[in-house]
């Protein structure tokens, strides 16, 4: 599975940013979890919210929940995250990630393929 992220840019506190995370090659994403995580400078990757496919559940890290919301297009085998009230500190590195397990999982070790990452800078 390839993995390619796009979206990122430079947004002014308050503002709405969407990524998106497009998917190729032999499994689709109706089968598996789509993930997002971030890296900021000098920070550990962190996860930011997950897609499971088996029932379709959602879940968030507190920093972002309210704000940003994941999706997924199963017929365009792209996942996205819409970031609305976006903050200085969400400027980060994004990732998005996947795995053929159908659970969650919140730790970065638990997936299988990664994006190359799209930069997110806001400024306040």
């Known amino acids: 599975v390839q993995l390619q992220a796009s979206g990122g840019g430079l947004v002014q506190a308050g503002g709405s940013l969407r990524l998106s995370c497009a998917a190729s090659?032999?499994?689709?994403?109706?089968?598996?979890?789509m993930a997002w995580f971030r890296q900021a400078p000098g920070k550990e990757r962190e996860f930011v919210a997950c897609?499971?496919?088996?029932?379709?559940?959602?879940y968030y890290a507190d920093s972002v929940k309210g704000r940003f919301s994941i999706s997924r297009d199963d017929a365009k085998n792209t996942v996205y995250l819409q970031m609305d009230s976006m903050k200085p500190e969400d400027t980060a590195v994004y990732y998005c990630?996947?795995?053929?397990?159908?659970?969650?999982?919140?730790?970065?070790?638990?997936?299988?393929?990664w994006g190359q990452g799209t930069q997110v800078t806001v400024s306040s």
């Open positions: 990630a996947a795995r053929p397990d159908p659970g969650l999982a919140r730790l970065s070790s638990s997936y299988n393929y």
């Open positions: 897609s499971t496919w088996s029932r379709g559940n959602i």
């Open positions: 090659g032999s499994i689709s994403i109706n089968q598996l979890t």
